[in-house]
């Protein structure tokens, strides 16, 4: 991202409070209709893109050259047609009127500039997925076998595109117009008024003391922080930098530190009550309030930051390592004075709880948020203060936006081809009609493409093409997208492409591969609870309450037991058989049986008690 000055900054700057500004509005008086509303979205986001993104590592860094210009003003084209034009084109009938040669020639333009600003953006990844779908679209039914598409016209392709609001403008682009930029507007706000900093004092108080207090401090801050962020990468810069030489300094290997870290900040993206974006993409595909979604993702990030404590913990324990030093720790006394500053946080989730939409909840924690920073001088912000607040959190939206937007021309070619039906048809084919199978496929698919795209893209991409084939296998809706989106978020943890383990070892100083490969094993139930919620929708707090609290059970005794089998400790050193046997009991305890459940938890508890007592006469 370039470092603009002067005129160029300026320009930017009020460009991104205006945008900002138009989002606050219609977030207090009403979103405008949906084509419109994602049409004045993209024409602030686009040209942006090419004022701040250059186009190749050696493109100037610190001034927008002369091309960059032009591209952002053929950028500006087709959305202002659009607008201009807006009652005609919502009015006309699509696949019926003829397409203007106007219109072909602005939405191939459209096509073009989204394709080169995910290419600036987003990576190679989405942008050839993107352009092979157009590719798709055109000549799919050329193509051989099970991969033949419809024939589709030219015109007709751009069409669906451009003057539909099934392609660029879809619901993807939607989320992105509406939910998110108001979240990342909040994200700008808690930032500046102090709420970051409190969360890492929050973390010193809970976490320092205790047998290493500086990875739980990790796990905590990270985990409070990526909820508001929605970025792993992001989220291991912003504290790591801080919480990874603390770890070394009191002994963590650079490895395990930079794994911590990275695992702690993935999480981010499943910690209500924020999560990321695709979290309210995901509400709006399954025509659900947010607040749904909310509450199914809260047991599974609890299992995940547990079982992330628990190996810390187990670890620290078994190398003897001790806490921060008192003089760094903040008093509790200091800390709860100051907790009005989760006073935005506590009124998002609350009105979000009492049924709000997420617009209005974020609304009111922004203004929340500015009330809160009066009450600290360092943190105050007047006019200048709210508007670098607005500019502050409208700056992380290009990268949101630009993937929607390509993302919807993959959607656009799965509606407008039939491909989604055929690879229903290809994933039940393969997995030969085994629900088990065709998870496992999902799972890998899913992870793939994390790999190569930003979470929101991926999830966009993986539920529009294989949700369908598991609602067809049984599974029913909510925990089939939590299954695609869940794998999506953790493929930054996942090798041997593992981004945020990548970003914690440049902080830590070890090798990328060593890092990404430790924080998998620190990660590892993130890979087994989509499976157990799959089959046990008690651990989406979906079941009746009983069934919900064995659920917990289960999954608090599985994180143990897991934790505690990998590291090779309780209490005392364990064997190999001792470690088989927990990693049976943290596997099987997760299985929608209910006698086998009852069976590992107790079968745990008389193995803790056991090597307890040992631990105790040795």
């Known amino acids: 991202m370039r470092k603009l000055k002067g005129v160029t900054y300026y320009f930017a700057f009020l460009s991104l409070v205006a945008m900002g500004v138009f989002h606050i509005y219609t977030a207090i008086f009403g979103t405008f209709e949906a084509y419109l509303q994602r049409n004045v979205h993209l024409i602030f986001a686009l040209p942006l893109a090419f004022v701040f993104y250059p186009a190749t590592k050696n ?44 219109q072909i020639v602005l939405g191939t333009l459209l096509v073009v500039m989204v394709l080169e600003a995910t290419r600036r953006i987003v990576g190679l990844a989405l942008t050839i997925l993107a352009a092979a779908s157009v590719f798709y679209m055109y000549v799919g039914h050329l193509l051989p076998g099970q991969l033949k598409g419809m024939y589709v016209t030219y015109d007709r392709i751009i069409e669906h595109l451009y003057l539909t609001g099934e392609g660029i403008f879809s619901t993807p682009l939607g989320v992105s ?16 008024s102090g709420v970051g900093e409190y969360f890492m004092d929050l973390s010193k108080a809970l976490a320092g003391k205790t047998t290493g207090g500086p990875a739980k401090i990790a796990v905590v801050s990270s985990g409070l922080f990526g909820s508001i962020s929605g970025s792993a990468v992001a989220n291991v810069y912003a504290t790591g930098t801080f919480t990874i030489p603390m770890m070394k300094q009191l002994g963590f290997s650079p490895v395990f530190a930079g794994a911590v870290e990275a695992v702690a900040s993935s999480g981010g993206q499943i910690m209500p009550p924020i999560m990321g974006a695709a979290a309210f993409i995901m509400a709006s595909f399954l025509g659900i309030p947010y607040k749904q979604v909310m509450i199914a993702a809260f047991v599974p990030a609890f299992l995940y930051y547990f079982y992330v404590f628990m190996s810390v913990h187990t670890r620290a324990i078994k190398r003897g390592l001790r806490g921060l030093p008192a003089e760094m720790i903040p008093s509790i006394k200091h800390v709860l004075k100051k907790l009005y500053v989760l006073a935005p946080i506590i009124v998002l989730v609350v009105m979000i709880m009492r049924g709000y939409t997420p617009m209005r909840s974020a609304l009111i924690a922004i203004i929340v948020s500015w009330f809160v920073s009066l009450l600290d001088k360092r943190y105050r912000m007047g006019p200048k203060g709210v508007l670098n607040a607005i500019y502050d959190g409208s700056k992380n939206v290009f990268v949101v936006a630009i993937a929607c937007a390509a993302a919807g021309i993959v959607v656009g070619a799965v509606t407008l081809t039939g491909l989604g039906f ?122 009746s309450w009983m069934r919900n609290l064995l659920s917990l059970a289960a999954g608090l005794v599985s994180a143990m037991a897991l934790s505690y089998a990998i590291e090779g400790f309780l209490k005392t050193k364990l064997n190999l058989v001792s470690r088989i046997l927990l990693g049976a009991i943290g596997v099987l305890v997760l299985f929608p049986i209910l006698w086998l459940k009852i069976l590992c938890i107790v079968a745990f508890a008389i193995v803790f008690a056991q090597f307890s007592m040992r631990a105790e006469k040795i």
């Not at 939910?179 to 808690?190: D, E, K, S």
Request: proline share 6%.
């Open 177 to 192: 117009a509406t939910f998110v930029m108001l979240f990342l507007i909040l994200g700008g706000f808690l930032e500046h």
């Open 422 to 543: 055929k690879l229903v048809s290809f994933i039940f084919s393969l997995a030969q009609n085994i629900p088990f199978l065709a998870l496992v496929m999902v799972m890998l698919m899913s992870i793939v493409l994390g790999m190569g795209l930003p979470t929101t893209a991926a999830y966009i991409v993986a539920s529009a093409l294989a949700v369908p084939a598991l609602i067809r296998l049984g599974f029913k809706a909510l925990p089939s997208h939590m299954f695609v989106f869940y794998y999506a978020v953790f493929s930054a943890i996942t090798p041997p492409v593992a981004l945020a383990a990548y970003a914690a070892s440049s902080i830590s100083g070890a090798k990328p591969s060593e890092t990404g490969y430790q924080a998998f094993r620190l990660g590892l139930i993130a890979m087994i609870i989509p499976y157990a919620f799959m089959y046990d929708t008690g651990f989406l707090l979906q079941a």
């Open 59 to 102: 493109s100037p860094k610190d001034r927008v050259p002369w091309y960059d210009w032009i591209f952002a003003g053929l950028s500006v084209l087709p959305g202002l047609y659009a607008i201009l034009n807006y009652e005609m084109i919502i009015y006309r009938m699509v696949q019926v009127e003829e397409v203007t040669i106007a």
